[in-house]
């Protein structure tokens, strides 16, 4: 058994290296070989760990770990203050005052104590004076919410500022305790649409994490009332709507996220409550009839995010066995010429996601398998009943799983007489058969693997159907989109050719003449628009399309009013253009052993160079691409904005272009992409904003509010996970941001960006230790940024070092940090805790750029002034002839450096340290 003085010693060291984790292991394991009547060594322990976590801003284990060492020694005042710390920076300031008035009886003289009893005390008054204000705004938004039909804008605008009192626990409290439900729920029947759609917001921000309210809200409001809103045939209505029982879902999960085991186990009955009755509400909703399209579209985006464990329910399991997959299959084998169930031309594709979000859910092959079974027997059932119409259906079904879980998708087109059934659909001169059957064999080649296959029996069927001119425009056109995926199945491999050389140019203009035409409906130009995509994949193509401006145009105007449904197709071919997608080069080592084992090695088209890129990009912005992406930053779809991200920049890649693109409306567009949808589309469009920030006028680039909306997408990367580039580009751009204001600078701490710029500082490659380093010296000009130097830490020894690096640039910005903060005597006191501190002095008052050695003599002068002991050690050191020196150099460019050095020795003589000069 190990000894506890030796693992509290070990971790008492490791915590001073700041190797914080490590530390809590070592007390961890004291706790364990502690015995229980040992409280001392418990208490200590417990309260050392408790500092551990406190600096790992982990303030919940703080708070447990400090509660366990003032229950086995409670008058501990250390372990109290800790508490404190934590509790306040949970913003629990009633609780942390209540503490640290216990505190300061304990320890009243502490200056410490007092200070942090000062702060709650200012912070429980903000406290009370906001809950006071936002009574009085609850009152005045009902008021102005009763008022007469003829003010209807501001009955709009109450009902806009009912959301964002609600977002705020605080008014969501007050509104929720005077009744607001019961008129939030009036609200929500008033005749005007926006009125309605503010009402629905508000309502789904009251349920948003509080169980309690949301119970309520639930019962109140009523299932069928919900539904009623829902189930509108408007999309906005809908969405919103179905956003409130999204929240109530996640809502009331809380903390229980278990997922049933097997069938056996899943049954509904499993599920408890309230929640029961919300999953079995939503599955009737699903198939409901009378629920609109846009309805249903909402219903299913609303299993997409509750049905995963990581961030739902976790009842996907549950929702299968219960007959979930069953009514889903029914909703995604709806053909719209048959009009049985009301869907939107998205419908399809939703179905898609929640298909593949299920599967991916379904833990083992055993489920899987399950999974599957289901889907054969729904489609066995359909293609049983022997007509075209069922026919139909269950090809339309294949399509969907083909978009969604593949795997699960080509198993059932695989099946004994599937391909048959689809030969004879296209064959057959019903368009609403061809239609059908074409989309699925599209959409079974989704793989190259699969591709393959496809070309052989696909390729013969497409052809004949798009040079048929009799056939329907809605199939020539899903067939031509068909060639051009196939056609394109090498991807930007320009060793892969499937059709002769010249094919995917003539495709391409095949593809314009409907995607161009005004005169063709929108499903004709959503699918032209998904085979440019697949034809842009091929250099030539790309090349001939930018040297047409027209052409170009065309499809910018398209971009600009296009539908919803179009937007992944047009973003793709600006992607494809501007080459956006990243793709991973492997090592050259790699390549050549793949050539050597005579294994395929994908070749970049020589019209894919950078050069030609550039050219491309230029020629897209001459034509007004930023107000087409614009004008889709719309979307709802995250992988879209992911694609916008990286076409977005892509464009600023060459500095000369981000001037126009900031002028066109492309930054404002980029804070939307920064800060919603997947991580990398927003990382890739937080860059973006990086790369305009660093070169040009933040003030100009971001006026206003701006300039706070971008510092937490810059903020997100500073992220390990993010590439060094990255990391690089965003410090540079929060340094230029810092400039700006105080309250920049006071976001930028908000956002906790310290701590990220803090680790940055230690970093190995020169550049991004500099670019930390200058981010640091701009931010600590802000109150909070400063107060972190002046706590037990090592901030100020790291900014003494960092000005000692031979970088000139690393020991610019440390000497500005030191220069701005040696106003402070316990900054003074920390700079003279570094051993070589007179050394690192000497350096940089020695050294020959300019900007050093002014810094680095204003920080001497300081340190003099404040404290007669630090400026007799620095006058006891060779420091005093380099300030003899350089107070005599009275050349024009070095005054101000000489009146720095003559201050700090009118100090000194001050001090009677020295004899002023002649006696």
Known sequence: MEDPVKLKERGNELFKNGKYKEAIDEYTKGLNVCGK???????????????????????????????????LSPGDTKALYRKCQ???????????????????????????????????????????????????????????????EEDLEKKRQAAQNLIVLAREDAGAERIFREGGVTRILQLADDKDKETRMSALRAMACLCTKHKTRALAIMKEVGLDNLGKHIGADDEEISAAAGNVLQQLVISLVGEDKREAKDAD????????????????????MLSDVNVSGYGRDAIIDVLIKVLPEKEGTGKALTFV???????????????????????????????????????????????????????????????????????????????????????????MLSREGVLEVMVSMTASKDERLQVVATEAIIHSANTQKFCKGTL???????????????????????????????????????????????????????????????????????????????????????EELCEDNEALSAIIEVAKKADASMYFGIVSVFVNIVNSLDREKPP??????????????????????????????????????????????????????????????????????????????????????????????????????????????PEIAFPGQRSLEIVGPLVGLLDIECTGLQNFEALMALTNLAQMSDSVRTRIVKERGLPYIEHYLFEEHDMIQRAATECMCNLVMNEKAFETFLAENDKVKLMVVLAGE?????????????????????????????????????????????????????????MMEND?????????????????????????????????????LQTATKYELIKPTGQ
């Open 456 to 542: 052989t029996a696909g390729v013969p069927i497409l052809k004949e159907l798009y040079r048929d001119t009799k056939t329907a425009e809605r199939v020539r056109v899903r067939a031509l989109v068909g060639l051009c995926k196939l056609g394109s199945y090498g991807g930007s491999d320009a060793s892969i050719k499937t059709f002769a050389e010249g094919s995917s140019v003539r495709l391409a203009g095949e593809v314009r003449k409907f995607l161009v035409s005004a005169k063709k409906d929108l499903d004709i130009r959503k699918w032209a628009a998904e085979g440019m995509a697949y034809v842009t994949l091929d250099a030539d193509v790309k």
């Open 806 to 862: 031979e970088d000139e640039g690393t020991a610019i910005a440390a000497t500005g940090a030191l220069a701005h903060m040696s106003h402070n005597d316990i900054i003074c006191k920390k700079i003279t805790a570094v051993k070589s501190w007179l050394e690192i002095l000497q350096q940089v008052c020695l050294s020959e750029n300019g900007d050093i050695q002014h810094r680095a003599l204003y920080v001497v002068a300081n």
């Open 37 to 71: 009547d040992n409280n001392n060594d418990r208490a200590v322990f417990y309260k050392n760990r408790a500092a551990c976590y406190l600096k790992l801003e982990n303030y919940k284990k703080t708070i447990n770990d400090t509660e366990c060492a003032l229950e």
């Open 321 to 411: 066995y219960n007959g979930g997959l069953n009514k889903l299959l029914l909703v995604a084998c709806q053909v719209p010429d048959l009009k049985r169930l009301p869907i939107t031309p998205n419908t399809r594709m939703h179905c898609s996601v929640l298909f593949n979000v299920m599967y991916d859910e379904m833990g083992g092959d055993k489920k899987r398998e399950y999974y599957r079974e289901l889907c054969h027997k729904f489609l066995t059932e359909r293609f049983g009943h022997n007509s075209m119409e069922s026919n139909m259906e269950a090809v339309t079904a294949i399509s969907a799983l083909l978009q969604g879980p593949y795997d699960v998708g080509s198993d």
């Open 868 to 904: 007669k002991d630090i400026a007799e050690k620095i006058i006891e050191s060779p420091l005093l002839e380099i300030l003899m020196v350089r107070s005599k150099d009275m050349s024009p460019e070095k005054k101000t450096v000489q009146e720095l050095a003559s201050k700090a």
């Open 265 to 284: 186990q899943a049954v509904v009955q499993d599920i408890t409550g309230e929640l029961k009755t919300l999953l079995l509400f939503i599955m009737k």
């Open 86 to 148: 934590a509790l306040e920076h949970l913003a629990q300031f009633e609780e942390a005052y209540r503490n640290a008035m216990k505190l300061l009886h304990l320890d009243g003289k502490n200056s410490a104590v007092q200070a942090m009893c000062r702060r709650l005390n200012i912070a429980l008054t903000q406290k009370a004076n906001e809950h006071a204000k936002t009574e009085v705004k609850v009152a005045q938004m009902f008021n102005l919410l009763n008022t007469k």
């Open 588 to 697: 050259k080592e790699l390549i050549e052993l793949a050539r050597f084992s005579k294994q395929h090695v994908p070749e970049d088209h020589p019209k894919d160079a950078p050069e030609f890129i550039k050219k491309r990009v230029s020629a897209l912005l001459a034509n007004g691409i930023v107000s087409g992406l614009n004008a889709m930053c719309k979307t709802d779809s995250d992988s879209v904005k992911e694609l916008l991200g990286g076409v977005f920049l892509a464009l600023v890649e060459d500095q000369e272009n981000r001037g126009l693109v900031v002028a066109q409306g492309g930054a404002k567009a980029c804070i939307g992409l920064a800060t919603s949808g997947f991580k990398r589309g927003k990382n890739l469009a937080a860059q973006t904003l990086a790369k305009i920030a660093i070169t040009t006028n």
